[in-house]
Each structure stands twice: as structure tokens, then as C-alpha cells.
């Protein structure tokens, strides 16, 4: 059975850092692309960053290019998420998702249950 | 940047068939998928590359996608099928989503 449990959210001040972590199981990690997508409280979803499975290609929604950098370590099946510069904006629950394929262009066909960023002073 | 439209909000009396749009310049072009959403649940496949139902996903669940438009039809709506429905492209190697259509059924 696949799991996806994401971790380290919570309320941090504008400006602040923050890391998402996000392990998975049930799959071959590696064989596998791996997104962050975020859903402000009350709003759609928004898509935030994808890697490859081998880790070689990322790729990031111009809202967070420059602040946000997506890692993964698949000796430990985990997905990461590095957040620096936060801002209010950023607020939302953040969704680990596994995609289809390794590559980008799949859909993502399983998603952990989030973890909610708070940027607020 | 590439856009997905979708109307906020679509009603559908039980047993009918309910029909949920997505536009996007030559969508056709492009592989859609369809995530459902229920309140305080993550969201869930139940449509990818524009016709295929994940395992577990209701035969009631079928998708279109010609032109600018995709499609996403429920057939003989239940109660359960209540929820945002979201659309989701790739465009330039980024991830594009539609801002969501809440399904009412009554």
C-alpha cells in the first residue's frame, strides 16, 4: 500500500525557514517523480514544485522559484521541501503527491494527507 | 502563463448526469487529468490522460478532451460524488491546475 506522510509544518514568522518532509512507501521510490502542491485555506490547489526520481530535474511554479528548493534522498524514500523567504502568501496545506511516471508530464495518482504552514507574526 | 478555466460551481439532481468543463488554449493537445476533493480530504485521481479511470475509481467516471475543452462526466450522480473537482495539465514543464468546480448534488 502506498503512504505518503508529510511533516514539518507549522507557524513560522514572515521571513522565516521552514523544511516539509514528506516519506513515502509501498513503491519503488526512486522510480518515481515527486511533487509538492499547496491549497491555501479555502482556495483550489496550487501546484509548487516536481523532481524527477532520480533527482536530476526540478522544476518550480514562479510563485516560489528562487525561495523554495524541492530535494529528495532515496536511500531514505523521503521528499523534501525547503522554504526560505516566507511570506503570508505562502499559507496553505502542502500536499506531498507521487507521480505516475519518473519523469515529469504524469498525473499524480497518490497524495499524502498535507501539512499546514502558518506565516504570520 | 498557461490557464486552466472552470466554472465554480455545478448542481446536479441524484441519478443524472453531471458534466464538468475545463478550458484551456488547444487543451485537446495536452493529457487532462481530474482530481476529486472532499472536504478535509486530500484530493484523489479519478480521470488521467483524458479517459482512464485509476483502479478503484467507479465506471461512472469517464472524461473527454478535444479542442480547448476537457470534460469530466459523471454518470447516475450519487450523493458520494459531492465535491470539488479539479482539472490538472502539464505546460511547459510546469503543472497547471483549473481553480476547481463544486459539485452539488441535490
Known amino acids: 500500500e502506498v503512504q505518503l506522510v508529510e511533516s514539518g509544518g507549522g507557524l513560522i514568522q514572515p521571513g522565516g525557514s521552514l523544511r516539509l518532509s514528506c516519506a513515502a512507501s509501498?513503491?519503488?521510490?526512486?522510480?518515481?517523480?515527486m511533487s509538492w502542491v499547496r491549497q491555501a485555506p479555502g482556495k483550489g490547489l496550487e501546484w509548487v514544485s516536481l523532481?524527477?526520481?532520480?533527482?536530476?530535474?526540478?522544476y518550480y511554479a514562479d510563485s516560489v522559484k528562487g525561495r523554495f528548493t524541492i530535494s529528495r534522498d532515496n536511500s531514505k524514500n523521503t521528499l523534501y521541501l525547503q522554504m526560505n523567504s516566507l511570506r503570508a502568501a505562502d499559507t496553505a496545506v502542502y500536499y506531498c503527491?507521487?507521480?505516475?511516471?519518473?519523469?515529469?508530464?504524469?498525473?499524480?495518482?497518490?497524495w499524502g494527507q498535507g501539512t499546514l504552514v502558518t506565516v504570520s507574526s | 502563463s498557461y490557464e486552466l478555466t472552470q466554472a465554480p460551481s455545478v448542481s446536479v439532481s441524484p441519478g443524472q448526469t453531471a458534466s464538468i468543463t475545463c478550458s484551456g488554449d488547444?487543451?485537446?493537445?495536452?493529457?487532462a487529468s481530474w482530481y476529486q476533493q472532499k472536504p478535509g480530504q486530500s484530493p484523489v485521481l479519478v480521470i488521467y490522460?483524458?479517459?482512464n479511470r485509476p483502479s478503484g475509481i467507479p465506471e461512472r467516471f469517464s472524461g473527454s478532451n478535444s479542442g480547448n475543452t476537457a470534460t469530466l462526466t459523471i454518470s447516475g450522480t450519487q450523493a458520494m460524488d459531492e465535491a470539488d473537482y479539479y482539472c490538472?495539465?502539464?505546460?511547459?514543464?510546469?503543472?497547471?491546475f483549473g481553480g476547481g468546480t463544486k459539485l452539488t448534488v441535490l
Open positions: 523532481i524527477s526520481g532520480s533527482g536530476g530535474s526540478t
Open positions: 490522460q483524458d479517459t
Open positions: 509501498g513503491f519503488t521510490f526512486s522510480s518515481y517523480a
Open positions: 490538472q495539465a502539464w505546460d511547459s514543464s510546469t503543472v497547471v
Open positions: 503527491a507521487k507521480c505516475q511516471a519518473q519523469g515529469s508530464g504524469a498525473p499524480f495518482d497518490y
Open positions: 488547444k487543451l485537446g493537445d495536452k493529457y
